[in-house]
């Protein structure tokens, strides 16, 4: 768990700290069982050529979910993540290094909040999922 | 040309669901930490939960998915379509379409998630409207999902929408 982010360091163009997520067969499969999140094109590469791709696909919501950790890792444990908006722009086949980023667009220091544009990024520079997340801070 | 979206499929909007409960035990946060490759032990670990002042773990913020899919999935497997999709997770008002795509997540966390809690989930259809776009016409579909819990408490807000898409050749 990373330390708590000091509120002095919480200004407008910060940086959050990266993250890589390398999504594995494995990773698609417990997701789907554990949201019981039926739809073939995850788990099934027969299935999912059917519907037109090359490979078994990443959940989007599992890339929402990256994205709330990218902020709460960055918060640490005084810290809440108040609100998360994104997008799903690409699908993002298995198996494919997945940065995520974020940087501060935004920052009312009297009530300790922060908005951040926020994204899940392809190894080819693509950005599968963009959004925005607002954080309490401090 | 005719609306996309029939007075009939906009009379959707306002209408609600039965409301679902889920009972939220350790092991099923437990399943969604580690599926979601979660690093904060609050999210799976009763001592670490604990000592951050929870009464035992604690949901990870995008915990709400879990309810989302599931309440309405958890079918016999008889049940699924070829896609294996489960016939009712997508219910939408009648409306033409070749395709459905996700558009925009937007949720509010509110209290928190913690083991033993029951949530109800609540989904109505908040808005709809349509546009033209690059490849046919497209009728959005905004569904709001409110999660509280059994002390009425609001956990999650959750509003979904949904792009239906009517190919250009129709």
């Not at chain 1, 979910?65 to 005084?78: D, F, I, P």
């Not at chain 2, 999660?147 to 609001?154: E, H, I, M, S, W």
Request: proline residues 5%; contains cysteine.
């Amino acid at each position: 768990m990373a330390s708590n982010v000091i509120p002095a360091d919480v200004v407008e163009g910060a940086d959050l700290p990266p993250i890589v997520r390398t999504p594995e067969v494995i990773d698609l499969v417990l997701f789907s069982g554990v949201l019981w999140a039926t739809h073939k094109i995850h788990y099934d590469l027969d299935y999912s050529r059917e519907e037109g791709y090359d490979h078994i696909l990443v959940h989007a919501p599992l890339q929402g979910a990256y994205l709330s950790q990218l902020v709460t890792e960055w918060l640490g444990s005084r810290g809440k993540l108040v609100a998360l908006r994104y997008r799903n722009k690409v699908t993002v086949p298995v198996n494919i290094e997945l940065t995520l980023g974020g940087r501060v667009v935004a920052v009312d220091q009297e009530a300790g909040e922060a908005t951040c544009e926020v994204w899940v990024q392809k190894a080819d520079g693509d950005r599968s999922c963009v959004g925005e997340a607002v954080a309490r801070f401090g | 040309m005719e609306p996309l979206i029939s007075d009939e499929a906009r009379s959707w909007v306002g209408s609600e669901w039965e409301p679902r409960e889920y009972t939220v035990t350790r092991e099923d946060l437990q399943k969604y930490a580690f599926s979601t490759r979660e690093a904060n032990p609050i999210h799976y670990d009763p001592e670490a939960a604990r000592r951050a002042g929870y009464r035992d773990v604690v949901a990870a913020p995008c915990y709400y998915q879990v309810m989302r899919i599931g309440l309405y999935n958890l079918l016999p497997l008889d049940a699924y379509r070829e896609d294996g999709m489960a016939p009712g997770y997508d219910e939408f008002p009648p409306i033409e379409f070749d395709r459905v795509l996700g558009a925009e997540t937007e949720v509010e966390f509110h209290d928190d998630i913690v083991a033993g809690d029951v949530v109800t989930m609540r989904r109505r259809v908040a808005d709809m409207w349509e546009k033209e776009g690059r490849s046919g016409r497209l009728a959005f579909v905004k569904f709001e999902y409110t999660f509280t819990n059994q002390d009425d408490a609001l956990v999650r807000v959750l509003r979904f929408t949904r792009v239906l898409i009517q190919e250009r050749s129709k």
